[in-house]
């Protein structure tokens, strides 16, 4: 039942050792629970889990600083030579430059000498010059949300006044690229169905970011996402996204990084995936909210209400104890966690069974193929054969 569903089989008792746990290296802290714009698409505030209610507006200082301390912690036990930090929301800026400030130099003095790769994910309404120049000071890269041209962006993306957000975003992008590039860490885009996927890339495109995510509406099999038909001959993100990646991969000239397109063609060739959603390699995220609580993958608010709570709290558990959890182990024992069907998949090591969220139906829990699974298969098995249609040319030619 959802509250008690670890999401994974029994283990069984003639299965082999695990290996140990894959130790976290990439830390989201929730720095406020509120966003100022009203996105109908959100997991946050639109789905299952409804507890940013109550939660604190803002991480308090003495929850900063128990994080900061346990990241440090986290890094020491297991000898890291890196980790990234990611300020996010509800939207971060609302904290204010203060709040913001304070959240950096405790991380960057808890973990230090190691260096920490600092992240801020925000809407960007709110990135004027004091936030820009603040970022630059304390070199914070900035990963900004935008669904593609004025009419793409504001289908969802609305204030509470329900006017669209696209004319900041855009002024936000244009100070940014103008006088602080090299902050500029890269655009998410949710794939969104009414809109047109070629004119979306190219208007992403058009402010040069170093690299897009393309990302996949939330939604579970309790709870499909929008436009998922029930037809699995129909594959609707698949065709959306097959027509970016074909636009992408024959452009003339280096193109901009898409990793979750750079992910596929990586484990196509036999190398590993460091981004969630594609491959098996371990996941190694821990989540802080505004409270403290130590929390998994917070998309799993799309499942259900309390899907990503461990009961861990920075002020008394260490990150370590969060790895001892069945349902973090589940997202590290590859092919051993993936459902029956996906195990008996081609494209398993590629694919990896989708996000986790999008796994999860009422009754088995996560033991499911991906909501998107016929999408993933034709995405990734049309990247598949234009690889080796081009590995076969080259090869070919060299003769």
């Known amino acids: 039942m959802p509250g008690s569903d670890d999401g994974h089989r029994p283990p069984d008792g003639n299965a082999t050792r695990r290996a140990p746990a894959v130790a976290f290296r990439q830390f989201v802290l929730k ?44 890094v020491r036990t297991h000898r890291l030579d890196r980790v990234s930090v990611i300020l996010h929301g509800g939207e971060p800026l609302l ?34 010059e004091t936030y820009l120049s603040l970022f630059d000071r304390l070199d914070v890269r900035l990963s900004i949300s935008l669904d593609g041209d004025r009419a793409a962006h504001d289908r969802h993306r609305r ?4 006017q669209g957000s696209h004319a900041r975003v855009e002024t936000a992008l244009r100070r940014l690229t103008a006088g602080y590039p090299h902050l500029f860490n890269g655009l998410l885009c949710t794939v969104g169905l009414r809109n047109d996927p070629v004119a979306t890339y190219l208007s992403l495109l058009a402010h040069r970011p170093p690299a ?15 436009e998922r038909p029930v037809d699995p001959g129909r594959t609707p993100y698949a065709r959306w996204l097959i027509q970016v990646f074909d636009r992408w991969y024959h452009a003339p000239g280096p193109p901009v990084r898409i990793r979750l397109f750079d992910e596929i063609i990586q484990l196509l060739l036999g190398g590993a995936s460091r981004l ?9 995220v821990a989540v802080v909210q505004t409270d403290g ?27 370590d104890a969060a790895l001892d959890l069945p349902a973090v182990r589940s997202q590290q024992d590859g092919t051993a966690a993936l459902c029956a069907t996906c195990g008996a998949c081609d494209l398993r090591r590629v694919c990896g069974g989708g996000l986790r969220t999008h796994r999860y139906r009422a009754g088995n829990g996560f033991d499911n193929p991906s909501v998107y699974c ?21 090869s070919g030619s060299s003769r």
């Open 31 to 74: 720095l406020h629970s509120r966003c100022d714009l009203a996105c109908d698409h959100c997991y946050v505030y639109t789905m299952a889990d409804q507890r940013w209610r109550d939660l604190p507006r803002i991480m308090p200082q003495r929850v900063l600083d128990a994080t900061a301390d346990r990241i440090g912690e986290h």
């Open 159 to 162: 204030g509470p006044d329900g």
């Open 276 to 284: 969630a959603g594609v491959g098996l390699s371990p996941v190694a």
């Open 374 to 394: 016929p999408d993933l298969y034709a995405l990734i098995g049309h990247i598949r054969r234009t690889v080796r249609r081009d590995l076969t040319t080259t």
């Open 212 to 226: 897009i995510d393309f990302l996949l509406p939330h939604g579970t099999w309790s709870t499909p996402p929008p």
């Open 95 to 128: 904290a204010g430059p203060a709040r913001i400030e304070a959240a950096v130099s405790a991380i960057r003095h808890g973990v230090a000498p190691v260096p920490v790769r600092l992240t801020v994910q925000t809407n960007a309404i709110r990135l004027d």
């Open 293 to 319: 609580e130590i929390e998994l993958d917070d998309t799993l608010a799309a499942a259900y209400s309390g899907a990503a709570r461990t009961g861990l709290h920075v002020a008394r558990d260490p990150f």
